[in-house]
């Protein structure tokens, strides 16, 4: 079965500095990854995907992230965190081989509060 | 450009009364979901529907009907409501492939008393 972890409910960082906010995943076939965000009382937006091709995916506001096969992770990185990407992210799995059904539906992590302080 | 649109923003219901949450898009998206959001439990899967006239049972069905109207819109029924469905409720659409993600609306924050 399809799942994803986010393993840290929440991570602080000082602004300035590089942030990472954790994702690994299980799935039977190649996955497709996707990242959102969630401002305060807003709905998610969609920050990044991974379908195929380079490793290191680049999407809105700065961000980033890596997918590596091995270690079936896909972290969101940004080289210098801003106050104001102080939010909720979620981390989203797919696995085409299971599309169709229940089995195609995106399975969400629980999401990563991220804080960042002046 | 509207995109996914959800109403009402707020609603506080009693115990036992009804209402409709109502969703709609205009991207001519084929799927279209309702989710749940409470504080550690991340988003939960209620109902969603792959195509125009079909609907299908998610994570946590119980309590709740839902209706996909037509292409745009797709409604969430609470017959009886009760505290534990106290939540903020999003609406998502999508394309029908596994290469896209969802389009999320900006949530209908619901309190049972």
Known sequence: AQSVAQPEDQVN????????????????????????????????????????????????????AEFNKSQTSFHLKKPSALVSDSALYFCAVRDPLNYGGSQGNLIFGKGTKLSVKP | NAGVTQTPKFQVLKTGQSMTLQCAQDMNH????????????????????????????????????????????????????????????????????????????????LTVV
């Open chain 1, 13 to 64: 960082v000082a602004e300035g500095n590089p942030l990472t906010v954790k994702c690994t995943y299980s799935v039977s076939g190649n996955p497709y990854l996707f990242w959102y965000v969630q401002y305060p009382n807003r709905g998610l937006q969609f920050l990044l995907k991974y379908i195929t091709g380079d490793n290191l995916v680049k999407g809105s506001y700065g961000f980033e």
């Open chain 2, 30 to 109: 084929n799927s279209m979901y309702w989710y749940r959001q409470d504080p550690g439990m991340g988003l939960r899967l209620i109902y969603y529907s792959a195509s125009e006239g079909t609907t299908d049972k998610g994570e946590v069905p119980n309590g709740y009907n839902v209706s996909r109207l037509n292409k745009r819109e797709f409604s969430l029924r609470l017959e009886s409501a009760a505290p534990s469905q106290t939540s903020v409720y999003f609406c998502a659409s999508s394309e029908h492939g596994h290469n896209y993600g969802y389009t999320f609306g900006s949530g209908t924050r």
